[in-house]
């Protein structure tokens, strides 16, 4: 039987390994755990939009920016999975994905292969697709195409104007826009995140 990532309630499943490195052991619910993520995520978008002239398709600035809004919740925020999960590239395949997405980008935006929304909601989805981190990889890639869009000269992108990582309408026309970008059709995910 195949898992759909898509169907999954909330985040990636947390291997038993994984989360021996919460940081906050006082946390014992998926809730509390959804409002001390936000509060870290808070902190990493802050520092994402003051690096306003940095190179943002590198891989320390993407490892960087998930430690930044990861480092009060897990031990292993920016640092590349060692476990595979039900979406994303194998584990030892993480560094050379990246690259190859980092430098296809770095392409589309020097001959402007995309208009900036296109090319940023793509990046995103990609992103995604390699899955380089044990957990949050949809936030993750939702602030660095963020970052990205602003950096083309665009507006931040809304996703929504909701949180996607608890189930809700929202979320599940956000993961169905995913599924669309996955079959080739970016379209409904463009839309999405200009909602």
């Known amino acids: 039987m195949v898992i759909d990532f898509y169907d999954a309630p909330g985040a990636t499943p ?22 001390w993520e936000e509060a870290n995520i808070v902190a990493g978008d802050h ?13 320390g600035f993407v490892r960087e920016l998930h430690r930044k809004m990861f480092d009060k919740t897990w031990l292993w925020a920016g640092t590349f999975r060692s ?9 030892s395949q993480i560094a050379t994905r990246l690259h190859d997405l980092l430098a296809n980008t770095h392409y589309q935006v020097a ?8 090319l940023a909601v793509r990046f995103h989805h990609q992103l995604v ?8 990889n949809g936030r993750h890639a939702r602030l660095m195409a963020d970052v990205l869009i602003t950096q083309l000269g665009g507006k931040r992108f809304t996703w929504g104007h909701a949180s996607l990582a608890v189930a809700s309408g929202a979320r ?14 970016p379209e409904s995910l463009i839309q999405f995140a200009r909602s």
């Open 14 to 35: 947390i291997d038993p390994d994984e989360a021996l490195g919460l940081v906050p052991k006082h946390i014992t619910t998926q809730a509390a755990l959804n409002t």
């Open 47 to 59: 520092w994402a939009f003051r690096q306003k002239k940095k190179d943002i398709l590198q891989e």
């Open 83 to 91: 476990s595979n999960k039900n979406i994303g590239v194998d584990s």
């Open 111 to 118: 001959h402007q292969v995309y208009p900036p929304d296109e």
């Open 129 to 136: 697709m390699v899955h380089a981190f044990a957990n949050g």
């Open 172 to 185: 599940n026309a956000y993961l169905m826009a995913l599924r669309a970008a996955d079959q080739g059709s």
